[in-house]
C-alpha cells in the first residue's frame, strides 16, 4: 500500500482505546508496566488471542471510519507500548524484576538485564501481518525505542547504559527489518524517555537511534513527548523540549512531537527543517472533544514553521488510555480539521 499523496496526511501516534471487556481499565490506569501484567487481560489465555483480534479489528475500523490516512493495529495486543517487547528478548529477567523512579517520579518495577540482551524470535512481525490483511490504508507499527528501553531496565551486565543502548538497537533493528518484510508502510520508534534523561540522550542516543533505523527504505518515524496525559497532568510538563534539536541527526524520515497539551512553542520546529513534523494536535489532557475548528487552527499554527508538504497532524502521544468514544470524536474532529485546512491551501 502506498501512502497518501494529499497534502496533511492524518495518523495516530500508536495506541488506541483497549475495550473493557478485554482489559482491566481501572488496573491499566495505575501505571505504563515495564514488566508484563498478566492480570489485566480479563479473557482467559486459551482465548486471549483471538479476543486480542477482534479488538484489533475495531481499532482499526474506528481509526478508518475517522478518516485516518496512516493507521496502526492500536497496539491492542501490548499492555504497554514497550513490554510487550522488550520483556520477549534473550538477556531479560522480568520475573524477578528491579525496582527504579519513573518519570512521574514514582517507584516502578522494571526488567534486569541480566545477559546479552538478543532478539531470538519475532514479536510484532504476525501483528503487523494481521494490519496489512485488515486495511486497505497505508499501515505503520511501532516499536519501542532503544534508548528508552535502556532507560527502563536494570543494567546488570553491560559495562554501561550505553553499550546496553546499543544493544537494545540491534535487536530493534532485527524486529524493524521484519516488520518492513512484513509490509509496514511506516515504521516508528517511540523515544519519549530522550527528553527525560537529555545530558545521556546527547552522549549517545542518535547513534542508538541510527543503528536501529539500519537498512529501513520505508519512511521512519521518532516519537518523543512528555507523557501519557493520563499519567502526567499537564501542569507537570515543560512548555519545551530539552532533546529535540538534536533528532535532525537522526536517519528518521519524521520527527513525532506532543504540542498541543504544553502548547509548546512551535518555533522550535525549524532545528527540524530537514525531516516531516508529525504534530500533536490533540489535546489528550482534556476530557472534551475539541471542535473541528480549535484542531484546524492548532494545525495553522503548525503551517507557519512547516511547510504542508512535511506536515502530518496527529494526536499529542497514544490514546490507549482514554474512553473510547473520547479518541474516536477527537479523532474525526482532527480528521475533519485537515480536511478543512488542506482546502484553504490546495
Not at 542516543?205 to 527504505?217: D, P
Amino acid at each position: 500500500m502506498s501512502l497518501p499523496q494529499h497534502l496533511l496526511p492524518t495518523t495516530v501516534v500508536g495506541s488506541y482505546p483497549q475495550p473493557e471487556w478485554l482489559v482491566d481499565r481501572a488496573l491499566l490506569a495505575k501505571s505504563v508496566p515495564r514488566t508484563r501484567l498478566h492480570d489485566l487481560w480479563r479473557i482467559p489465555e486459551e482465548r486471549l488471542a483471538e479476543a486480542q483480534d477482534d479488538a484489533t479489528i475495531l481499532a482499526i475500523r474506528e481509526m478508518e471510519r475517522a478518516g485516518i490516512d496512516i493507521v496502526t493495529d492500536g497496539e491492542i495486543r501490548r499492555e504497554s507500548y514497550s513490554n510487550r517487547f522488550a520483556t520477549a528478548l534473550e538477556g531479560i529477567d522480568a520475573d524477578r524484576p528491579a525496582m527504579i523512579t519513573s518519570r512521574a517520579g514514582l517507584p516502578t518495577p522494571v526488567p534486569r538485564v541480566v545477559g546479552a540482551v538478543r532478539r531470538t524470535h519475532p514479536v510484532e512481525r504476525k501483528d503487523m501481518q494481521f494490519l496489512r490483511r485488515h486495511t486497505d490504508r497505508a499501515a505503520k507499527i511501532t516499536l519501542p525505542g532503544p534508548f528508552t528501553m535502556s532507560q527502563q531496565a536494570r543494567n546488570e551486565f553491560y559495562k554501561d547504559d550505553e553499550e546496553l543502548a546499543m544493544a537494545f538497537a540491534a535487536a530493534v533493528n532485527e524486529e524493524a527489518l521484519d516488520l518492513q518484510k512484513a509490509g509496514a508502510d511506516v515504521i516508528q520508534l517511540d523515544e519519549p524517555w530522550v527528553r527525560n534523561n537529555p545530558d545521556q540522550a546527547k552522549r549517545y542516543a542518535v547513534r542508538a537511534i541510527n543503528r536501529a533505523l539500519q537498512g529501513i527504505t520505508v519512511p521512519t518515524v521518532v516519537h518523543l513527548c512528555f507523557g501519557y496525559a493520563a499519567v502526567v497532568p499537564g501542569s507537570s510538563k515543560p512548555a519545551g523540549y530539552a532533546f529535540l534539536a538534536e533528532l535532525a541527526d537522526t536517519t528518521a524520515d519524521q520527527i513525532s512531537i506532543e504540542a498541543a497539551q504544553p502548547r509548546l512553542d512551535l518555533g522550535v520546529l525549524t532545528d527540524l527543517s530537514a525531516k516531516k513534523i508529525m504534530l500533536g494536535v490533540l489535546d489528550l489532557g482534556d476530557p472534551k472533544v475539541e471542535t473541528v475548528e480549535v484542531v484546524a487552527d492548532r494545525i495553522r499554527q503548525g503551517l507557519r514553521y512547516v511547510a504542508a508538504e512535511r506536515l502530518i497532524p496527529a494526536p499529542d502521544c497514544g490514546m490507549k488510555y482514554m474512553p473510547r468514544e473520547v479518541a474516536f470524536g477527537k479523532l474525526k474532529a482532527m480528521c475533519d480539521a485537515a480536511a478543512r485546512v488542506r482546502g484553504e491551501i490546495s
